[in-house]
């Protein structure tokens, strides 16, 4: 899942507007995604909520709005978090998001020649 965190004003009121906006994404690119948005507390008048996203979810809106790659971001899901935000400002709507965490795939690693790597010799002849 991705998972991006969230803050804004009186979140009882907001996330009915939230999930609406997310289910006419939905409708965009004709899926039904396993989203999911749930308040995390409040704070100084603030409160604080993260929304759950399916990547195949995320996949999909690439290919409708291909305009979420011109974002900046090293990563799709920094460039969909962006987009988002985009998206939900030109509705005169004010949250404030962020990537909060990315699924990653577990590598084994990988080992290095150790006839490659540079010797003391090699050195001496750039000095």
Not at 85 to 91: A, I, N, P
């Amino acid at each position: 899942m991705i998972v991006i965190s969230g803050s804004c004003i009186k979140f009882d009121k907001e996330r009915e507007t939230i999930m609406d906006y997310i289910g006419e994404l939905e409708w965009g690119v004709h899926t039904k995604n396993n989203f999911e948005c749930s308040s995390n507390g409040s704070a100084l008048g603030w409160d604080f909520f993260q929304l759950y996203f399916d990547p195949e979810f995320v996949e999909r809106l690439l290919e409708v709005h291909p305009d979420i790659r011109k974002e900046e971001g090293n990563m799709v899901e920094q460039q969909f978090v962006l987009w988002i935000s985009k998206q939900l400002k030109k509705r005169n709507l004010e949250y404030y998001l962020k990537l909060s965490d990315v699924p990653y795939d577990h590598t084994q690693g990988f080992r290095l020649d150790p006839e490659n790597y540079r010797d003391d010799s090699e050195l001496e002849k750039l000095r």
